[in-house]
């Protein structure tokens, strides 16, 4: 494909390096989507440590939610009590805490990933900050 067209025509320059950056768009919209939900698509991930911790890093696909503030959170975040919910903080500990608080709710497919390191290997995902 070319991207230059005759001398002072701008115009099927501009429309051809358009449709190359759409492209390179949506090439790296699929990469992303596909490291985020490397497990399954409709995989719901929930890191339960601190902001403080969030921000030094996680997983690419989580989201974040306190452990103790997950039974109210998780009516906004889940599609339903069947959805595969894969939990981690620190050690395993907090995200043992909040799998009890959903099992407790009816949620029927939770996971107690451990630590940010295990998850990162469960789901194959990308750690940012």
């Known amino acids: 494909m070319?991207?230059?067209?005759?001398?002072?025509?701008?115009?099927?320059k501009c429309k051809r390096v358009g449709a190359m950056?759409?492209?390179?768009?949506?090439?790296?919209?699929?990469?992303?989507?596909?490291g985020a939900h490397a497990l399954e698509y409709d995989t719901l991930v929930i890191d339960v440590r601190t902001p403080e911790e969030w921000r030094r890093g996680?997983?690419?696909s989580a989201t974040r939610s306190d452990w103790q503030s997950i039974g109210n959170m998780i009516?906004?975040?889940a599609e339903s009590v069947n959805q595969k919910i894969i939990l981690?903080?620190?050690s395993g500990?907090?995200?043992?805490?909040a799998k009890d608080?959903?099992?407790?709710?009816?949620?029927?497919n939770v996971v107690?990933?451990?630590s940010l390191a295990e998850a990162q290997n469960l789901l194959q995902d990308k750690i940012v900050q």
């Not at 500990?93 to 805490?97: A, D, E, L, P």
Request: charged share 10%; glycine share 16%; aromatic share 6%.
């Open 2 to 12: 070319a991207f230059l067209s005759a001398p002072g025509s701008t115009n099927g």
């Open 21 to 34: 950056i759409q492209l390179l768009a949506l090439v790296m919209g699929v990469g992303l989507i596909i």
């Open 58 to 60: 996680h997983l690419l």
């Open 75 to 77: 009516g906004t975040l």
């Open 88 to 90: 981690y903080c620190h």
């Open 93 to 97: 500990n907090r995200s043992g805490k």
């Open 101 to 108: 608080i959903l099992d407790d709710m009816g949620y029927t």
């Open 112 to 114: 107690n990933a451990g």
